[in-house]
């Protein structure tokens, strides 16, 4: 399911969420890195996150059930 929500993420917001969680680059590296401004960075994170949240929440993923 994760793999499928990811797959519905623009290839920036994509991108800039694999740094963050999985690479663990902070949020300077990642705007020194792909060139985009630092506040740019956070809204991409802060977006990911709300879209992966809802749209794992329609495709019924226990995970989410309880916080709803």
């Given at each position: 399911?994760?793999?499928?929500?990811?797959?519905?993420?623009?290839?920036?917001?994509?991108?800039?969420?694999?740094?963050?969680?999985?690479?663990?680059?902070?949020?300077?590296?990642?705007?020194?890195?792909?060139?985009?401004?630092?506040?740019?960075?956070?809204?991409?994170?802060r977006r990911g996150l709300i879209e992966l949240r809802n749209?794992l929440r329609k495709m019924d993923t226990p995970l989410f059930?309880?916080?709803?």
């Amino acid at each position: 399911n994760l793999t499928h929500a990811l797959g519905t993420l623009s290839n920036d917001v994509r991108n800039v969420l694999e740094l963050y969680f999985i690479k663990g680059h902070s949020h300077g590296d990642i705007a020194r890195d792909t060139g985009v401004p630092l506040g740019t960075v956070k809204t991409r994170i802060r977006r990911g996150l709300i879209e992966l949240r809802n749209c794992l929440r329609k495709m019924d993923t226990p995970l989410f059930q309880a916080n709803t």
